[in-house]
């Protein structure tokens, strides 16, 4: 990030390989739904690790946010080049946001532009938008970013995984702007398995996570900082709103000198001991 310019062609701090691991990514496929594809072979979601019995001390894997960190504890398990299909117990464990940002993080490495994004998946139980991150790549002849759920490529809760149609899934800006205007109920939106985190705060902090992921900083699904967490509690009021439609605003134009400003508010910015 360069005076206002983000180049999605090359990795920011957590999507950065180390020299020694490009050569574990040189066999992967060329095309970006290729890369996803076989990303989805090398991470496991904590629930199906508990499932099949892997060690509970595993689950912390879910907290390590940088792609090489996610790659040495791989490697580790198995030296694998990371186009060898990987058994399930051989897999790091994480969330979508893990494997939207590893595919984000090849990508990168492969110069290709792309980005991990936060919001909400409609389409996995009716009437209800779903905590999930995706993957985006630019599609030079198309013009266009392309929306992969790289979690879930293969599989059939949408048409076509490898390019979700409009509306499938929302971005947090997307979905704060539709609840601001009524077009949805906010209180359908949240994480699954919880009886609390729902609502226009649960909007209002992937608004701010997706901002932090545009501007190169793929955070966790959990991490709080400025008034998020002040927000969860009801603490906040039309100020911070006011604040959450315009980075929304932001988001959903691409306008990445505005993106990079407001990056650096304090209500908005990530603090140094979630990157360091």
């Keep these: ?3 206002g310019v983000l180049d999605y062609s090359q990795p920011g701090p957590f999507t950065t390989l180390d020299a020694t691991q490009l050569r574990l990514i040189e066999q992967l496929p060329d ?3 290729g890369i996803c594809l076989a990303v989805q072979g090398l991470v496991i979601q904590p629930t199906e690790a508990r499932t099949l019995g892997i060690p509970e001390d595993r689950i912390a894997e879910k907290n390590i946010r940088p792609v090489n960190q996610l790659i040495a504890v791989l490697t580790a398990l198995d030296p694998a080049p990371l186009h060898r299909p990987r058994t399930p117990e051989t897999r790091v464990i994480g969330t979508c946001r893990h494997f939207a940002t590893i595919a984000c993080a090849i990508l990168r490495a492969r110069g290709i532009a792309s980005r991990a994004r936060c919001g909400f998946g409609t389409y996995f139980r009716e009437g209800l938008g779903l905590d999930h991150w995706v993957t985006e790549y630019w599609h ?3 013009r266009r970013w392309v929306r992969v759920d790289t979690e879930h490529l293969g599989r059939d809760f949408v048409a076509h995984p490898d390019d979700l149609a409009p509306g499938e899934f929302l971005t947090g800006g997307e979905a704060w702007a539709q609840h ?3 077009v949805i109920d906010p209180n359908t ?3 699954a398995g919880t009886d609390h985190a729902w609502g226009p705060h649960e909007i209002s902090g992937n608004v701010v996570r997706d901002l932090a992921a545009l501007c190169k900083l793929e955070t966790l699904n ?3 900082w400025g008034r998020m967490t002040a927000a969860y509690q009801g603490r906040t009021g039309p100020d911070y709103d006011r604040l959450i439609d315009l980075v929304a605003d932001a988001c959903s134009e691409d306008d990445a000198p505005t993106l990079t400003r407001l990056f ?7 603090p140094e001991h979630i990157i360091g």
């Design 222 to 224: 959990w991490d709080e």
């Design 264 to 270: 650096v508010n304090p209500d908005l910015a990530v």
């Design 1 to 3: 990030m360069t005076d």
């Design 180 to 182: 601001r205007d009524g």
């Design 31 to 33: 095309d970006p739904v």
């Design 189 to 191: 939106f949240g994480t």
């Design 140 to 142: 030079h002849d198309q």
